[in-house]
Protein backbone atom coordinates (compact mmCIF):
# COMPACT_ATOMS: atom_id res chain seq x y z
CA UNK A 1 0.00 0.00 0.00
CA UNK A 2 1.92 3.11 -1.05
CA UNK A 3 1.16 6.27 1.57
CA UNK A 4 2.96 9.73 1.32
CA UNK A 5 2.43 11.52 4.75
CA UNK A 6 3.28 15.22 4.89
CA UNK A 7 4.91 17.22 7.84
CA UNK A 8 6.30 20.38 8.93
CA UNK A 9 3.15 22.56 8.41
CA UNK A 10 2.54 25.22 10.77
CA UNK A 11 1.96 29.01 11.91
CA UNK A 12 4.73 30.92 10.56
CA UNK A 13 4.93 34.71 10.77
CA UNK A 14 5.16 36.58 7.28
CA UNK A 15 9.35 36.59 5.73
CA UNK A 16 9.60 33.18 8.32
CA UNK A 17 10.52 29.39 6.89
CA UNK A 18 9.27 26.36 6.72
CA UNK A 19 10.66 23.15 5.89
CA UNK A 20 7.88 20.23 4.78
CA UNK A 21 8.74 17.03 4.73
CA UNK A 22 7.04 13.97 2.69
CA UNK A 23 7.71 10.63 3.46
CA UNK A 24 7.05 8.07 1.31
CA UNK A 25 6.56 4.55 1.50
CA UNK A 26 4.93 1.11 -0.55
CA UNK A 27 6.79 2.13 -3.52
CA UNK A 28 9.88 2.12 -5.42
CA UNK A 29 10.96 5.78 -4.20
CA UNK A 30 13.86 6.43 -6.55
CA UNK A 31 11.79 5.92 -9.71
CA UNK A 32 8.82 8.09 -9.10
CA UNK A 33 8.73 12.09 -9.80
CA UNK A 34 7.43 14.03 -6.46
CA UNK A 35 5.76 17.43 -6.52
CA UNK A 36 4.00 19.76 -3.92
CA UNK A 37 0.62 21.33 -4.47
CA UNK A 38 -1.39 23.52 -2.54
CA UNK A 39 -5.09 24.42 -2.07
CA UNK A 40 -5.69 28.01 -0.78
CA UNK A 41 -9.39 28.09 0.97
CA UNK A 42 -11.94 29.53 -1.76
CA UNK A 43 -9.01 28.52 -4.56
CA UNK A 44 -8.53 25.83 -6.73
CA UNK A 45 -5.72 23.37 -6.15
CA UNK A 46 -1.89 24.44 -7.72
CA UNK A 47 1.13 23.47 -8.52
CA UNK A 48 4.21 24.47 -6.80
CA UNK A 49 6.85 22.53 -7.78
CA UNK A 50 7.96 18.83 -8.92
CA UNK A 51 11.60 17.14 -8.71
CA UNK A 52 12.59 13.90 -10.93
CA UNK A 53 13.74 11.21 -9.52
CA UNK A 54 16.84 12.15 -10.70
CA UNK A 55 17.20 14.94 -8.65
CA UNK A 56 18.37 18.07 -10.85
CA UNK A 57 15.72 18.51 -12.92
CA UNK A 58 13.57 20.61 -10.86
CA UNK A 59 10.63 22.86 -11.89
CA UNK A 60 8.69 25.52 -9.69
CA UNK A 61 5.80 28.25 -10.33
CA UNK A 62 7.15 31.38 -11.04
CA UNK A 63 5.54 32.75 -8.14
CA UNK A 64 7.79 30.89 -5.50
CA UNK A 65 10.77 30.72 -7.60
CA UNK A 66 13.84 31.83 -5.28
CA UNK A 67 11.92 31.20 -2.29
CA UNK A 68 11.12 27.73 -2.27
CA UNK A 69 13.38 24.74 -3.11
CA UNK A 70 12.32 21.44 -3.82
CA UNK A 71 14.99 18.60 -2.63
CA UNK A 72 14.53 14.68 -2.09
CA UNK A 73 16.54 12.07 -0.19
CA UNK A 74 16.05 8.81 -2.42
CA UNK A 75 17.73 6.77 0.23
CA UNK A 76 15.46 8.12 3.20
CA UNK A 77 12.42 7.87 1.04
CA UNK A 78 11.66 11.88 1.61
CA UNK A 79 10.92 14.14 -0.33
CA UNK A 80 11.28 18.15 0.93
CA UNK A 81 10.11 21.53 0.34
CA UNK A 82 12.05 24.44 1.89
CA UNK A 83 10.13 27.50 1.77
CA UNK A 84 11.56 30.98 2.77
CA UNK A 85 10.65 34.48 2.51
CA UNK A 86 6.73 32.92 3.29
CA UNK A 87 4.12 35.82 3.18
CA UNK A 88 0.26 35.55 3.86
CA UNK A 89 -0.91 34.44 0.32
CA UNK A 90 1.28 31.35 0.76
CA UNK A 91 -1.29 29.97 2.87
CA UNK A 92 -3.33 26.87 2.32
CA UNK A 93 -2.73 23.26 2.35
CA UNK A 94 0.30 21.14 0.77
CA UNK A 95 0.05 18.38 -0.56
CA UNK A 96 3.17 16.05 -2.24
CA UNK A 97 2.21 13.76 -5.15
CA UNK A 98 3.76 11.22 -6.41
CA UNK A 99 3.73 9.73 -10.32
CA UNK A 100 5.99 7.05 -11.91
CA UNK A 101 7.24 8.97 -14.60
CA UNK A 102 10.24 10.99 -15.48
CA UNK A 103 8.66 13.65 -16.71
CA UNK A 104 7.16 16.37 -14.56
CA UNK A 105 3.73 17.13 -14.61
CA UNK A 106 2.05 20.40 -13.41
CA UNK A 107 -1.69 18.92 -13.63
CA UNK A 108 -3.37 17.19 -10.94
CA UNK A 109 -3.97 14.14 -12.58
CA UNK A 110 -0.74 13.75 -13.73
CA UNK A 111 0.13 12.14 -10.54
CA UNK A 112 -0.66 8.76 -9.07
CA UNK A 113 -0.37 9.28 -5.24
CA UNK A 114 -1.08 11.64 -2.43
CA UNK A 115 -0.88 12.58 0.49
CA UNK A 116 -3.20 14.13 2.73
CA UNK A 117 -2.10 17.39 3.30
CA UNK A 118 -0.43 19.58 5.30
CA UNK A 119 -1.73 23.20 7.08
CA UNK A 120 0.96 25.99 6.26
CA UNK A 121 -0.65 29.52 7.68
CA UNK A 122 1.40 32.46 6.91
CA UNK A 123 0.30 35.53 9.61
CA UNK A 124 0.93 37.90 12.25
Known amino acids: QVQLVESGGGLVQPGGSLRLSCAAS????????MAWFRQAPRHEREFVAAITWLGPSTSNVDSVKGRFTISRDNAKNTGYLQMNSLEPENTAVYYC?????????????????WGQGTQVTVSS
Open 26 to 33: GLTFNRYT
Open 97 to 113: AARRAVRIGVRGDDYDY
